[in-house]
């Protein structure tokens, strides 16, 4: 239990939820850290400075975060593919709602930019930072890198695969810095090794920013956006989440700080659905055994990622126990009665609550009434807390609104990056 204000690095969250973002398809294993390890090799060999370098790395684990279909994860792992910067675009837009992230987000905005012998020093008249260009050819290299099993075999052709795109695709001052460094094994070795997120944290991991509790809740935000806006169905559901939990809470007697501390989990619970792909989210008939198997998994996955984090034990037991029941029938670890956490209980209602009055693409959400009645007779069961249903229940009014004020918020920042990230595409495609 955290007696104080968590302090996390920066670094360690954001190289979480990376890996999460690569858990989709195994053609993305590790890309997003590959592209971070790289990419600071690359800052390095060029003479950037601790804080450029550590915004560097960030930069690159999250350079990916707006693909958010698997779709779109799959083409951009084509070396040369089709219209790059809808993505970035996407990924510029979420990495902006935290404030700490504007710089990280513009780098992440231009990361496809081709040099073309000096006109990609600006795009669509905006100039185009230097870390655009190491993060490009960073995953141009991650790229090509692949899953290949055997590394060093990989390196001479990789090396003359840059070599030959200098000045026209990636900038020549760092295919230079690349060749500083592209002919030591131990390179290949550790851009491939399972331990890239060690040896990554020990670069960087306890320098540059450490979260407390006021950060973290806007990070958190963030991260929401990242994992709902990927589908319509979904894009305000950990908001819906986190403002009836944060309310249950405060009614159940929970302290200021820790109802920020469930708000974040209602944010964060459904973090492993990352590993999920947004087809499956979207899929409007029934799925398939396998579907609803990788569906079943995300609550593990946010378990995992959450649990490498020191500091975030509480939150972690909120976030990742929403779909365990008191009558032991949940999962994944099937849990019961007193393993189970008020918090945890809160956000097991609170998620259950906001899902079934969420429209989704096989039904219609469903009405109060009818919510309130599906709640109980979970109550009954035995699955949900009948206490909290019943504190619900009470006071219904007012958390439904303070619910559904929070999810038409999040359902007008939802439309405005759809509309946005459109016209921004449409900018570019006048452009060519
Ligand atoms: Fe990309
Ligand atoms: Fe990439
Ligand atoms: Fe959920």
């Known amino acids: 239990m955290m007696a104080t204000d968590p302090e996390i690095p920066l670094f360690n969250l954001v190289t979480c939820i990376s890996k999460a973002l690569d858990l989709v398809s195994p053609v993305l294993v590790n890309h997003h850290y590959r592209v971070a390890y790289i990419a600071h090799h690359l800052g390095v060999a060029s003479g950037l400075e601790t804080t450029q370098l550590h915004d560097l790395a960030v930069a690159g684990a999250l350079h990916d975060v707006g693909a958010l279909s698997l779709r779109e994860k799959l083409k951009i792992m084509v070396f040369e ?21 504007a710089q990280i987000a513009s780098f992440v905005q231009f990361h496809h930019v081709p040099w073309e012998r000096g006109q990609g020093s600006e795009f669509s008249g905006r ?18 890198l692949g899953n290949q099993t055997e590394v060093l075999g990989q390196a001479k052709q990789i090396r003359e695969a840059i070599i030959g795109r200098s000045g026209q695709m990636f900038v020549p001052r760092l295919v230079d810095a690349f060749l500083n460094f592209a002919d030591k094994e131990y390179f290949w ?10 040896v990554l944290a020990e670069k960087l991991g306890m ?17 929401c956006r990242v994992i709902d806006f990927r589908s319509p169905f979904t894009a305000t559901h950990s908001s819906g989440v986190a403002a009836t939990a944060a309310e249950l809470a405060r009614l159940s007697g929970f302290s200021e700080r820790d109802c920020r501390l469930i708000r974040i989990a209602g944010y964060l619970h459904d973090l492993g ?12 008939a029934k799925l398939t055994e396998d579907e609803f198997n990788v569906v079943r998994s995300h609550t593990f996955h ?10 975030m034990e509480l939150v972690n037991g909120w976030a990742s126990l929403h779909h365990e029941r008191l009558n032991g029938h949940g999962y994944p670890f099937h849990f019961a009665g007193r393993d189970l956490s008020l918090g ?19 039904r219609a959400g469903m009405n109060s009434g009818r919510a309130l009645q599906v ?58």
């Open 375 to 432: 709640l109980q007779q979970m109550a009954d069961d035995q699955a949900l807390d009948g206490q909290i249903v019943s504190r619900l229940s009470r006071h219904f009014a007012d958390i439904n609104s303070l619910r559904i004020a929070a999810q038409t918020d999040c359902m007008e920042e939802y439309r405005q990056f759809g509309e946005t990230a459109q016209s921004f595409s449409d900018l570019l495609r006048e452009k060519k």
């Open 302 to 311: 946010t378990f995992r990622i959450l649990e490498t984090l020191p500091g």
């Open 127 to 144: 100039p185009v930072p230097l870390e655009s260009h190491i993060l490009h050819l960073a995953d141009r290299i991650a790229v090509l």
């Open 273 to 284: 659905k990352l590993a999920v792909p947004a087809e499956v989210l979207e899929k409007p």
């Open 344 to 362: 945890s209980r809160i956000i097991a209602v609170a998620d259950v609550f906001t899902a079934i009055t969420e429209d989704r693409p096989y």
């Open 207 to 223: 320098e540059g920013i450490q979260l407390d509790v006021e950060m973290l809740l806007s990070f958190s935000k963030m991260i």
């Open 81 to 101: 593919m089709e219209k790059p910067h809808h993505h970035a675009i996407k990924g510029y837009l979420l990495l902006n709602m935290f404030a700490p992230f």
């Open 189 to 198: 070795l550790e851009a491939t090794s399972s331990s890239l997120n060690s």
